[in-house]
């Protein structure tokens, strides 16, 4: 089983910046894309960036420009470096492993439980 865990999360300032990471255990998430999704209350979960084993990036319309992802295979972990932070950011985000590395949350097969993001105005 992999097993994804969150951190960096927490409450900042509209305009401020979170550097959010996540490990991964149990296997190596070698050949797999690593994703991140968020889920604000009342709403779906959509996604946010993802990272393919190879490097390439992709990152939904609301937040280029202003978040970055990145991966240190060695470590087995992923980070999102998030500037710039608006209040619309507020939400519940997770990382996600997938085989084939697209943008529909329907194709990412382990989860982590989630951290708190929360952008005050």
């Known amino acids: 089983q992999v097993q994804l865990v969150e951190s960096g999360g927490g409450l900042v300032q509209a305009g401020g910046s979170l550097r959010l990471s996540c490990a991964a255990s149990g296997r190596t998430f070698s050949g797999y894309a690593m994703g991140w999704f968020r889920q604000a209350p009342g709403k779906e979960r959509e996604f946010v960036s993802r990272?393919?084993?190879?490097?390439?990036?992709a990152y939904a319309d609301s937040v280029k420009g202003r978040f970055t992802i990145s991966r240190d295979n060695a470590k087995n972990t992923v980070y999102l470096q998030m500037n710039s932070l608006k209040p619309e950011d507020t939400a519940v985000y997770y990382c996600a492993a997938s085989q084939t590395g697209g943008t529909d949350r329907r194709e990412y097969r382990y989860w982590g439980p989630g951290t708190q993001v929360t952008v005050s105005s």
């Open positions: 990272i393919r084993w190879g490097g390439s990036t």
